[in-house]
Structures are given as C-alpha cells and as structure tokens.
C-alpha cells in the first residue's frame, strides 16, 4: 500500500500517457490526453496550496521562536494571506489585486532580473581572468554576439553583424545541438526509468 | 515629478531592490519576502479561479462530469502529511504526477530529438556545413561517457566538443546579459523619465 501501489499507479499513468499519445483517436467521447491534462493542473493547483500552508507554519514558527530575521516572516505572511485573501474575492484581475501585481509585484520581479545584468557582467570579468582557452572562448563569443546585436557593433568594425550572425548560425548551432540532443537524451532515459519502476526516489523515505 | 501613486509605489520598489547592489539590507529584504509572499497568494488565487473553481464546481458539480473526483482525491490526500502517520497517502499524487511527466516527456520530447537529428545530416559542400556537422559530432563526443576520455580518439574529439559548447554557452550568455540589461532599461526609464520627469 505505502510503495507498491504509488509505483504501480506511475507506471501505469506513464504508460497510459505515452500510449494515448501515440495512438490518439480523434474522437469527441475519447479525449483522455485532455482528461489526464485537466486532471494533472488540478492536482498541481491543490498541490500548491500546499506551500501556502508550508510557507505559513515555516514563517510562523520563525516568530514564535524568534529566529533570526522573524520580523520579515511577519511581514511575509500577513502580506501573502492579504493578497491571497483579496486575490480569491476579486480574481487576480480585479481592480485592487490587479494594482498591487502591477505596482508593487511587477516592479519587484523585473528589477531582481534586471540586478543580475550587474552581477552577470561581474562574473564574466572574473571568468576573464582564470586565462583559459575555454573561458576565453566563452567570452569572446560572448562580447562578439552582445556588441552585434547592439548598433554599436557596425559602428566599431564594420562586418561586425555579419560575423555575429556566422557565429549564432553555425558554431553556435553545433554546439547547441549537441547540448539539445543530450538533453533530449538524458530526459527520456529519465522517464524510461521512471516508467520501468526503477527510478523510485519520488516515494520519498522509507517510512 | 510624478504625483501617480502607484508610480510612487514602483519607485520605492525599484529603488529598493537596487540597494541590493550596496548590500544586503533591510530595505532590500522587505522586497524579497514580498515577492515569496505575492506570488505565492498569486498562484493560487489564480489556480482556484482559473482550475479548481471550474472543473470542480462547474464540470463535475454542475455538469456530472465525475471524473474529477480521482484527482480531487488524490489532491486531498497530499494534506495527509499534516496528520502524523499518514504522509505516506501523499504519495499517490506524486506517483500521478510523476507519472504522468514520464510519459509526457516519453511521448513528446521524441519529435524535437528527431528534428534535432534529421537536421544534422547536411551534406558537406561548404566550410559552413564542414564546421557545423564537426562540431555537433565534437560536442556529442564530449558529452558520451561511456568511453574513457582518455582513449585517443575521444580525447581530441571531446576537447574540439568542450570548445564547441564553450561557443554555445557564450552566445547564451552574451544573449543573457542583453536581456537582463532590457530589463534593467524600463528600470530606468521609470526612474528618470515617468518618475522625476527627465528626458523626452
């Protein structure tokens, strides 16, 4: 019941799943692939409610027992039930919860990303000086593709584009194919494992 | 100068994420935990709206399409770990939802692989192709485990194949760095244009 049964319904889902997509039947009465679609994203939306909860007893207890930063925790959670709360009456596109995404969420989010331009540009420097053929091959791919994009790049050394361009359509293309392909390999050996029962580590302890 | 709260509001939160760059900071850490805590309330609000609320109480309440029972189930279950002794029924979820990636992965990830090697086999009559085809077999070579690294062959292979992801890599990453400084460029632009008034 605790091992035996999880692993015979992931077997049995893979199977099914990689069967209904091989031999699809264009028919109204049989869409199982939308079926076990819906199914899936409703599971992954109670799932999530999960870290809600998690995320309330973590930052909860980190008060309670004053552990260090424990006055963000309270920030934290009075802020994610507030938006939650607000989100569920209006939906995430009514008027107030839709203000604070795009005034408070938005501004956040993109400025985190866009911090990592400063230190993206600091690591590059830092991979410049351990003077290797590789790291200085990695860079000077990188500084010929980030100044060919820009106007810049025609405006120094006319043909810069051009040689841009070479670089992303062939070299580069190489070398991510072979990445891609070993991706693509390394993915589905996963999965055949897991559709064979082998891989087992989402059963968790052995409790 | 803009009198637009909610401009107002953006600033502070820009300006407050950049302080980041100083160090670490109070004013920094109010932000970062808002961003756990936003889009935590976010995503689910947005899940029962667009996903619970439908297919429970529209498809399978309204409409009898009882089916969504078996997950509805199965989602109730992955709470047992609140109730001590019976985390294990958690994982009948995980194995659907395991389960279900392998297959989908099986069932799909097959086409792009396919597409990836039909498009390799170019016939060789330019430098361009020579180069190309050299580096997809160089780069697979690097990447193929089962033979010692130290065999000959594959140690020339693999070191041309380090060179040739080494290139990949650097293209991705001078790609990055233009795309983290779009964003940074709205930052901006918020800041001196919308924000204080500057510029056109």
Same mark, same amino acid.
């Given at each position: 019941?605790?091992k ?5 319904i992931?077997i049995?889902?893979a199977v099914?799943v ?7 039947v264009?028919?109204?009465?049989w ?15 109670? &799932?999530?409610g999960?870290?809600?909860?998690n995320l309330?007893?973590?930052? *909860?207890?980190?008060? *309670?027992?004053?552990?260090?930063n424990w *006055?963000?925790s309270i920030w934290?959670v009075?802020f994610?039930? &507030?938006y939650f709360?607000?989100a569920m ?5 009514g ?6 995404f795009?005034?408070f969420?938005?501004p ?5 990303f866009?911090?990592?331009a ?6 590059s420097f ?6 290797t053929?590789e790291a200085?091959?990695?860079?000077l791919? &990188?500084f010929i ?9 025609d ?5 810069w584009t051009? &040689?841009k361009?070479?670089i992303?359509s062939?070299?580069?293309? /190489?070398g991510q194919?072979g990445?891609?392909i070993g991706i ?5 050996a996963?999965a055949?494992r ?7 580590a989402?059963l968790g /302890?052995a409790? | 100068m803009s009198?637009d709260? =909610?401009v107002w509001?953006q ?6 994420v ?5 160090k670490?900071n ?15 309330g976010?995503?689910l609000?947005?899940?029962y709206?667009?996903?619970i609320?439908?297919?429970i =109480?529209?498809?399978?309440?309204k409409?009898?399409?009882w089916s969504f %029972?078996i997950?509805?189930?199965l989602g109730?279950l992955l709470?047992?770990r609140?109730?001590s002794?019976?985390g294990?029924?958690g994982?009948?979820a995980?194995a659907?939802m395991?389960g279900?990636?392998? =297959?989908?992965?099986?069932g799909?990830?097959?086409?792009p %692989?396919?597409g990836q ?6 016939s ?7 180069i190309?085809w050299l580096?997809i077999?160089?780069s697979?070579?690097?990447f193929?485990f089962?033979?010692?690294?130290e ?6 292979l693999s070191?041309v ?6 290139i990949?890599?650097?293209a991705?990453?001078g ?6 400084y779009?964003?940074l460029y709205?930052r ?8 204080l008034? %500057?510029g056109g």
């Amino acid at each position: 019941m605790r091992k035996e049964l999880p692993t015979i319904i992931c077997i049995l889902m893979a199977v099914v799943v990689v069967v209904s997509m091989y031999f699809y039947v264009p028919n109204e009465k049989w869409k199982l692939m939308d079926m076990f679609d819906n199914w899936y994203n409703l599971l992954y939306y109670l &799932a999530m409610g999960l870290g809600l909860i998690n995320l309330t007893r973590i930052h *909860v207890m980190a008060v *309670v027992k004053r552990r260090p930063n424990w *006055v963000y925790s309270i920030w934290l959670v009075l802020f994610m039930w &507030a938006y939650f709360i607000l989100a569920m009456i209006q939906t995430v596109d009514g008027p107030q919860a839709d203000w604070v995404f795009q005034n408070f969420l938005t501004p956040i989010d993109s400025t985190v990303f866009a911090l990592l331009a400063f230190y993206i540009t600091s690591a590059s420097f830092r991979a410049f000086r351990a003077r290797t053929l590789e790291a200085t091959l990695m860079l000077l791919t &990188a500084f010929i593709v980030l100044l060919g994009t820009s106007p810049l790049g025609d405006l120094i050394i006319p043909g810069w584009t051009t &040689a841009k361009d070479w670089i992303l359509s062939v070299p580069n293309t /190489g070398g991510q194919r072979g990445i891609q392909i070993g991706i693509y390999l390394g993915g589905l050996a996963a999965a055949l494992r897991v559709m064979l029962g082998l891989e087992r580590a989402y059963l968790g /302890g052995a409790r | 100068m803009s009198t637009d709260v =909610g401009v107002w509001l953006q600033v502070i939160c820009t300006i407050g994420v950049l302080t980041y760059l100083y160090k670490e900071n109070w004013f920094w850490r109010i932000f970062e935990y808002a961003i756990v805590a936003g889009y935590t309330g976010y995503s689910l609000a947005y899940g029962y709206h667009n996903y619970i609320k439908p297919f429970i =109480g529209e498809k399978m309440i309204k409409e009898g399409q009882w089916s969504f %029972l078996i997950p509805l189930i199965l989602g109730i279950l992955l709470y047992a770990r609140f109730v001590s002794g019976w985390g294990w029924l958690g994982r009948y979820a995980m194995a659907y939802m395991i389960g279900y990636g392998a =297959g989908y992965t099986l069932g799909f990830d097959i086409k792009p %692989l396919l597409g990836q090697i039909r498009a390799s086999f170019i016939s060789l009559t330019s430098i361009n192709n020579i180069i190309l085809w050299l580096f997809i077999v160089t780069s697979l070579a690097y990447f193929f485990f089962t033979v010692s690294k130290e065999a000959p062959a594959m140690k020339g292979l693999s070191t041309v194949g380090k060179w040739a992801v080494m290139i990949a890599l650097g293209a991705s990453f001078g790609n990055t760095i233009l795309y983290r400084y779009n964003l940074l460029y709205p930052r901006m632009k918020l800041l001196f244009n919308t924000w204080l008034g %500057l510029g056109g």
